[in-house]
């Protein structure tokens, strides 16, 4: 596998990360309340 490949792939894992760390930072507060109401005993 070539580097090239392999940033890309590398990029698409990072951007739905980047995208929810700034979904969070955004909404702290509802994000808190959703962890909240999330069930870890639904898994």
């Known amino acids: 596998m070539s580097f090239?490949?392999?940033g890309k792939i590398?990029?698409?894992l990072?951007?739905?990360l980047l995208f929810l760390?700034?979904?969070y930072f955004n909404d702290k507060?509802?994000?808190k309340q959703r962890?909240?109401?999330f069930k870890w005993k639904d898994w």
């Open 4 to 6: 090239a490949t392999f």
């Open 35 to 37: 962890l909240k109401q």
């Open 29 to 31: 507060e509802k994000f």
């Open 14 to 16: 990072i951007w739905p």
């Open 10 to 12: 590398l990029l698409l």
């Open 21 to 23: 760390v700034i979904l």
